[in-house]
């Protein structure tokens, strides 16, 4: 029931982009993304709830592909800020987060 | 918006003694709350979901006897970990579904607690 995400790491430049997936065996009710920092609790970043959505802004955007089983989170022009270990996840009545993305950003 | 108070946020106990945290909604009703552990590098992997008035259910391979989990109201819900040893050393994170509506399907996190055992 865990989603999967990937890639697992990922080391950007200031200024580049990254995608991370998100997949799923089964079409997801929801999708949901959080950034975490170390030691502290994850940070809602947004939640797509329709097959074939998109939402976000410039710089951090989501898709939610039309099975809803897999998605997508674009980070643009990313910002030292940005780093930290970003978790996609799922609701069937109970919340389960993926595996995890760990996102390195360096001057 | 909706806001979910954890506490401790930090504690250091003995093997073999109990410790409880305490997870609370504080400006909305939570029927249904969430109990996570995170282990060092490594993703939030749900324990158990606390039901208010009822018992709770735990994921496979959680042993319910070591994680005591009450939700007496709906504002609290409680997690002990009984006879703790070295292994439960780990992060424990709370969650609530919180409102109606788009609401429903948003979870509120606590700010987690980091748990020692020595």
Redesign the interface.
Known sequence: QQPVQSPQAVILREGEDAVINCSSSKALYSVHWYRQKHGEAPVFLMILLKGGEQKGHEKISASFNEKKQQSSLYLTASQLSYSGTYFCGSNFNKFYFGSGTKLNVKP | GAVVSQHPSRVICKSGTSVKIECRSLDFQATTM?W?RQFPK?????MA?SNEGSKATYEQGVEKDKFLINHASLTLSTLTVTSAHPEDSS?Y?C?A?GGLGVGS???T????T?LTVV
Not at chain 2, 42 to 46: F, G, R, V
Request: net charge positive; aromatic share 24%.
């Open positions: 969430f996570y490594k993703s939030l992997m749900l979901t992060f994170i969650s579904r399907h948003l979870y996190f606590g700010s987690g980091r």
